[in-house]
């Protein structure tokens, strides 16, 4: 049998000239927007660990709106551009929407501008109604999450369209292209991760049955999706390395600016802010998706879903599940690595260095064979959306 997924077309039909293959200045815009939502998010986060929220105007919250701002301002003026301007190639490349026209990407960072700005009202009067927030999602912060998420989609989207009507027209992709849809993928997977750090944040939780299947559920679906829409040779582990690269970045930037906490109880006192936690080794299970969904010739994409599915979570739990030994040991309590970090509120002890959950929560094999299931429902999904992607134009 051959194994095989529906062939990619070439990565390059024909040398490609510099005015058709231009970036636009709106796919700028809105990758910066995209860019700064995901660092305001890791900030902010690392500040209510470190300082906790002493005002809503933090710097951390100034870059994750100032995201929106620029994602709305520039697909705003690209809807009216399109609409009202002479370009036949922008009108040619857009969907009509309430007599407007602009690419769909436009449209969805429209909405998810709308929709962090409508937040932030909103989150104010949520704490000074109800304090700080228990848990992660609370309503205000889950609108934020779906604004930003749909700024990141529609950059994505419009950067996919350029790609893919260079294709279209026979003229070739630039491999920028390809990097730049690697890189918006590897911030979704950053949302995927800071989605899960209560189950995932952390390598005490790397022996327990939910790591496993949190992680299956989120991350193949980022990565399938990739390897089937970007125009590179290694698209999956381009974008895990971009969600390794932004972690680093963040984990040794943020741990040379001082903090002090300013809510009680203080029970950790700190002098500076707190990394978020050692990203997750996603580079591995990537690898080996591209090797089965660019390399591979699997015709039956349910066939191609399993055995993808499979892949990643043998990869992933191999890497991890030892990973996770050298994170909570000595070595790996340094600057470099972000590790032994904790809140001001935490009462420190034995358990920083102790595996959690292994009792309640075993990675048994009935709990393996669950996050299978799950991992081949992700590819699946991941499958279909990444196919669907490589075909949008507009």
Not at 8 to 32: D, G
Not at 231 to 245: E, G, H, I, N
Not at 309 to 323: D, E, H, M, R
Request: charged letters at 10%.
């Amino acid at each position: 049998m051959t194994l095989a997924a529906t062939r990619t077309p070439p990565l390059h039909t024909a040398p490609p000239t510099a005015s058709a293959t231009r970036l636009p200045w709106y796919v700028v815009a809105v990758l910066f927007a995209a860019t700064s939502t995901i660092v305001g998010v890791i900030w902010d986060i690392s500040w209510h660990r470190s300082i906790g929220r002493d005002t809503f105007w933090t710097p951390a919250h100034l870059a994750i709106y100032l995201g929106g701002v620029v994602a709305g301002c520039a697909c705003g003026w690209l809807a009216l551009e399109t609409t009202f301007g002479r370009s036949a190639a922008l009108r040619g490349s857009a969907v009509g929407f309430w007599g407007f026209r602009a690419p769909l990407g436009a449209w969805l960072c429209i909405w998810g501008a709308l929709a962090m700005l409508t937040s932030a009202p909103l989150d104010n009067w949520w704490h000074n109604a109800y304090g700080l927030d228990v848990r992660v999602l609370s309503p205000p912060h889950t609108l934020l999450a779906l604004g930003m998420l749909a700024i990141q989609l529609g950059a994505l989207l419009l950067v996919l369209a350029q790609q893919n009507r260079l294709v279209g027209q026979g003229i070739g992709t630039p491999r920028a292209y390809g990097i730049m849809i690697a890189f918006v993928a590897g911030i979704l997977l950053q949302n995927a991760g800071i989605l899960g750090i209560e189950q995932i944040g952390f390598a005490n939780a790397a022996h327990t049955g939910l790591y496993y299947k949190f992680s299956a559920a989120v991350f193949p679906v980022v990565l399938v999706a990739t390897a089937r829409c970007a125009r590179l040779r290694w698209p999956a582990t381009a974008a895990a390395a971009w969600y390794m690269a932004i972690s680093f970045v963040m984990i040794w930037v943020l741990e040379l600016f001082p903090a002090t906490p300013k809510l009680a109880p203080v029970f950790n006192p700190l002098t500076h802010m707190i990394p978020a936690p050692f990203p997750l080794l996603l580079v591995f299970p990537a690898a080996a998706i591209d090797v089965l969904t660019r390399r591979a010739t699997l015709k039956n994409t349910w066939l191609l879903s399993i055995v993808t599915a499979l892949a990643f979570l043998a990869v992933f739990l191999l890497v991890q599940w030892f990973a996770a030994y050298f994170l909570l040991s000595p070595a790996a309590r340094n600057a470099f690595f972000g590790v032994d970090h904790w809140d001001y509120s935490n009462r420190l002890g034995p358990w920083r260095y102790e595996f959690w959950r292994n009792n309640s929560d075993p990675l048994t094999p009935r709990a393996l064979a669950g996050a299978a299931v799950i991992a081949f429902v992700s590819a699946r999904i991941g499958l279909w959306w990444g196919d669907w992607m490589a075909r949008v134009r507009r």
